[in-house]
């Protein structure tokens, strides 16, 4: 690649089932946020089937095109998988077995107690001159070949490993050769919708060269992904990233829940670890989905006791010790059964908070009086209980989601702006 | 368009935001389920953004490949669109203004009470020959143009415009001319690798015109999603898959769970169903994972009871009844703690089987003995117990994701091939 203002780059996804119905080529999108970061846009992306001449053709074109070319895909062990021997084929390379390759790959598989079926063999055939990238989580190794003043890069299609490929192989070859500098940063906010952030920043919205904000919106979180290009140097575009990040952090206060990538569990495990705090959760319409999002973040054993999945009534009643009147009375979607349910999972622990979930995920149960959506989350604590009432769009999963997120972030501001646990006299928000 | 019995179709998606991280080109997969169930199957698709040089040389490239070719957005009234254009330079086409056309747009304003804005003409300039597609949600009308035996048929970019123009203004047109039917079918696989899979039936991969198969594979999970196209019927397309999806039964047999679409947990799901039974869940690393796969089938409630997120010892000891010199002496991942946890969850629900999982999902808290990736599920029921243990690759999320796969699956296979439950001495898989 010759490192000009802007070379041009492709991605060619390979794979039949990118061209059916049914999945999406998503990995050039976290690769394209990555290339963004140092400078370099997509100008071309192809996807094309598992049918090798298709294939040639299309890397032929690319190579008249552009300066960069990323391969995804088909370099697996089965006979549909037709990368490496199709880029061999077009420019009449040689491909030879490495010895190294195959050793890693027979240890790959030792590791796990299985001998290397006789098929794998093929991913440890390389063209020759190529530079091998390191595959930690695969068997198939990523190969970078330059050929006539042009970058080819072939890499595994699973995201599992193309993603920390390209993390720990690709971009520090590509950083050495790169111009301009480019600094992004994600805001991620919860407890408002996409339009209600629009309206506290519209008249934020950058209009200089350089500087650019796209918002993105997913069931119960808005992100401002915030993009700065300098010509100049890494702190250039880092302060003018600072001045927008802090413009928008000012209107938007403690809805920001992170600036630095963090997920919400992840913010909420940070700060229970803070305050030496431990939690237990009682999930009634999110089935296990609070408890394994918090169980996400690697070392969440220092804070996450246990939970219950108290999916039906007898285990709210047996497991939590919520009234039966209580359900018979108020049902068990319902603000009383939400407090029972947080003050009896943090009682049963002994952990220092008790988060609960109950509502109506659909699409069957619910009632004028209960609609579909209908959810309570309460947070228990030695002082108190609160509780809050949410009605949330979307389908079964959607809910599920919704309701997760919003027992997360409830924590969150907890912990975040009530040093003190709050007053039961408090009540609902 | 030569209707061959397999014409090749192109997408091309036009538009700069496709090729950012923050956008994905959803329209070609509502294209292509539509065209697919007609006979005819996407064999390319290109990502191209609004620069007018590249969309020239993108639609000779595919007009050298393809015989339907299907362009995208760029026909709105702003200086960024240029698909309009560009197709008419490319292939010397004179451009007029199309009275009847230009009337609609007028029309369009003027039902909103608004006069048109001076650049709206644009979109009522027509390559010479075209076919007007009509717009009915938006100003900017389709065309189908027939140049040198190709058709290409220039689309809007908006879902909510070019949908519905896809519907009632091209579907028709190619079902008047359609060879072929095409059917579709997935067989999903739990319980083998990929290279396991692939060892089981590699020499009945279909090589007759017309059959194809693809494999995929997610963790825990193997996919093959075959293809059929008959000329004549689409009853003949059914009974070649037919006959090719019986072939991979017979090798694959009950490691194959579902045929027609189904998750994993809706197999379970059904199979608890169909035998009137409940069931209660136990976890320890998947920290509510298995749960939530289970109640995100809609109507779980009827066989779902309840679960527990034992991660703590004492969550395990102290609601599960784990003896606590089984945790000092075998350790929490061991399967004597996985048999415990899914026997006392069966005890305390009252369900008909308890299944458990407890492993170690790492990145730490793995040993020389007791490695990152080391899984115990148990299955309980009344006439026993039955424990399996796996060492899975990959991170946290990976081995969480395996854990789950494994523990459900465990169930599926007792469900289906022992209608009575296991006898304890069955022991160890």
Same mark, same amino acid.
């Given at each position: 690649m010759t490192m000009t203002a802007s070379p041009r780059v492709e991605i060619i996804a390979v794979g039949s089932e990118l061209l059916t119905p049914n999945y999406q080529d998503t990995n050039s999108l976290e690769l394209t946020r990555r290339l963004n970061s140092i400078g370099l846009t997509v100008s071309f992306k192809s996807i094309v089937g598992d049918?090798?001449?298709?294939?040639?053709?299309?890397?032929?074109d690319a190579s008249a095109r552009a300066d960069l070319i990323f391969i995804m895909g088909g370099l697996g062990p089965t006979r549909d $998988?037709? @990368?490496?021997?199709? !880029? %061999?084929?077009?420019?009449h390379l040689d491909l030879e077995v490495r010895e190294d390759v195959l050793k890693d790959i027979r240890l790959r598989f030792q590791r796990r107690g299985v001998r290397m079926p006789e098929v794998n063999l093929r991913q440890a055939r390389v063209p020759k001159g190529a530079d091998v990238l390191t595959n930690r989580h695969g068997t198939a190794p990523g190969l970078w070949l330059n050929l006539? #003043? &042009? $970058?080819?890069?072939?890499?595994? #299609?699973?995201? &599992?490993e193309i993603i920390p490929m390209f993390e720990s192989e690709v971009m520090p070859r590509l950083r050495r050769r790169r111009r301009g500098f480019q600094r992004r940063r994600v805001l991620k906010i919860a407890g408002l919708t996409e339009s209600g952030v629009e309206d506290k920043i519209?008249? =934020?919205y950058p209009n200089e060269? +350089?500087?650019? !904000? @796209?918002?993105?919106?997913?069931? #119960?979180?808005?992100? /401002?992904? !915030? @993009?700065? /290009?300098?010509? $100049?140097?890494?702190? %250039? %575009?880092?302060?003018? /990233?600072?001045r927008l990040s802090g413009q928008f952090e000012a209107r938007l206060g403690e809805h920001i829940f992170s600036c630095l990538g963090e997920e919400l569990e992840e913010t909420v495990g940070r700060l229970l670890r803070r305050r030496e705090a431990t939690l237990a959760v009682?999930?009634?319409?999110?089935? +296990?989905? /609070? +408890?394994? &999002? *918090? @169980?996400?973040?690697? +070392?969440?054993?220092?804070?996450? =006791?246990?939970?219950?999945?108290?999916?039906?009534?007898? %285990?709210?009643?047996?497991?939590?010790?919520?009234?039966?009147?209580? *359900?018979?009375?108020? #049902?068990?979607?319902?603000p009383e059964t939400a407090e029972y349910m947080a003050r009896g999972v943090m009682d049963i622990s002994g952990a220092d908070f008790g988060l609960s979930i109950t509502g109506i995920a659909g699409p069957d149960g619910g009632s004028p009086e209960k609609p579909v959506g209908l959810v309570y989350t309460a947070l228990a604590c030695w002082k108190g209980t609160r509780v809050e009432e949410n009605r949330f769009p979307g389908g079964r999963k959607i809910v599920k989601r919704r309701a997760s997120q919003q027992a997360l972030d409830m924590l969150r501001r907890h912990l975040l702006h009530r040093p003190d646990p709050p007053d039961a006299s408090a009540g609902k928000k």
């Open positions: 049918e090798s001449k298709t294939l040639a053709r299309c890397l032929l $998988d037709n @990368t490496r021997e199709t !880029l %061999a084929e077009v420019f006539e #003043g &042009r $970058d080819f890069i072939l890499l595994p #299609g699973p995201p &599992r519209k008249d =934020l060269p +350089g500087l650019s !904000l @796209t918002i993105l919106a997913s069931p #119960g979180q808005i992100e /401002l992904h !915030l @993009t700065s /290009l300098s010509p $100049d140097s890494a702190e %250039a %575009a880092e302060s003018r /990233l600072d009682a999930e009634s319409c999110t089935g +296990g989905l /609070l +408890g394994h &999002r *918090i @169980t996400d973040v690697p +070392g969440s054993s220092a804070y996450f =006791l246990e939970g219950v999945q108290a999916y039906s009534n007898s %285990a709210k009643i047996s497991r939590l010790n919520v009234p039966t009147e209580i *359900i018979e009375t108020r #049902g068990a979607v319902s």
